[in-house]
């Protein structure tokens, strides 16, 4: 658990978000996509403090806003598509997530992995606004 996540699976991991992100770019996405980024942007939140500027949220805050925006022209039945700019910001944050990947330690990303399980199941809005009010 004190290695490093195995490189095949920082690769997948990878893969797997960035193909769900150029699904979307390429027009074909779905909430499916959404959902995978959203918790891509949560668990890359919950893995913070392993990066230099781990207490900066604003890259957090600004791809689930871009996500959440384009989750909510779906809900109005508009298609799944993201504006340049919220595909930009998204696309940051995957690339932060790639780099907290690339060194941890397995213990590390198996606990922000239960953290996100636990957000998912208690039905609230956002664990990056609950853990930042106030700051």
């Known amino acids: 658990m004190l290695l490093p996540l195995p490189p095949a699976r920082v690769r997948a991991l990878s893969l797997e978000n960035h193909l769900a992100?150029?699904?979307v770019r390429a027009g074909h996405g779905n909430l499916d996509q959404m959902c995978c980024l959203l918790c891509v942007v949560y668990l890359a939140f919950y893995l913070r403090g392993e990066m230099v500027d781990g207490?900066?949220?604003e890259p957090y805050r600004r791809a689930e806003a871009a996500?959440?925006?384009s989750i909510t022209r779906m809900e109005r039945q508009?298609?799944?598509l993201m504006r340049d700019q919220e595909l930009a910001v998204v696309e940051r944050l995957l690339v932060l997530h790639d780099r907290q990947l690339a060194g941890m330690p397995k213990h590390r990303y198996v606990l922000a992995w239960e953290q996100?399980?636990?957000f998912i199941a208690?039905?609230?809005r956002s664990p990056i606004l609950q853990n930042t009010a106030g700051h």
Do not use: Y
């Open 122 to 124: 208690s039905q609230q």
């Open 67 to 69: 996500l959440e925006s």
């Open 116 to 118: 996100l399980q636990r």
């Open 78 to 80: 508009e298609p799944c």
């Open 21 to 23: 992100l150029a699904t």
């Open 55 to 57: 207490d900066n949220v």
